[in-house]
């Protein structure tokens, strides 16, 4: 059964999604599903260098699922209103994970990402027992 939504669950996604509602958001958006084709981390690393802007708009993309993922994992995020807003985050997950493990990999740090990854896990088997509301 799914646990009830409350006012408080509201606020927090509404406050998850003013964080993440800036002009540089816009644009890792934009880049991650309009430029965004790497499929290794070997083909990220050679057109994108540490710290450049697009490196860093993977890094705040995927930090809003990373943040999500967490605060769900912790209850106190309601994932059912999560999953209902941004849907099962499963194109994203998909389109990230070659270089979030290429990036664990590389830096010898197998937690990057892994709140990210732990949502999408539970977005899948949201995802199977909703089917749509239309």
Request: with cysteine; glycine share 6%; proline share 3%.
């Amino acid at each position: 059964m799914a646990k009830r939504t409350t006012a408080q669950d509201i606020d927090i996604l509404f406050r998850l999604a003013e964080l993440y509602n800036t002009d540089y958001d816009f644009q890792s958006i934009e880049w991650f599903w309009g430029r965004f084709h790497e499929r290794t981390i070997e083909e990220f690393t050679s057109k994108y260098a540490h710290g450049s802007r697009e490196y860093q708009f993977f890094e705040r993309f995927t930090s809003k699922f990373e943040l999500a993922g967490l605060l769900v994992e912790k209850g106190f995020l309601n994932e059912d209103l999560f999953f209902d807003r941004y849907g099962s985050l499963q194109a994203e997950w998909n389109k990230c994970k070659p270089i979030v493990y290429g990036l664990r990999e590389k830096w010898n740090e197998p937690r990057h990402r892994e709140n990210f990854e732990l949502l999408a896990e539970r977005g899948k088997k949201w995802q199977d027992k909703h089917p749509p509301k239309v």
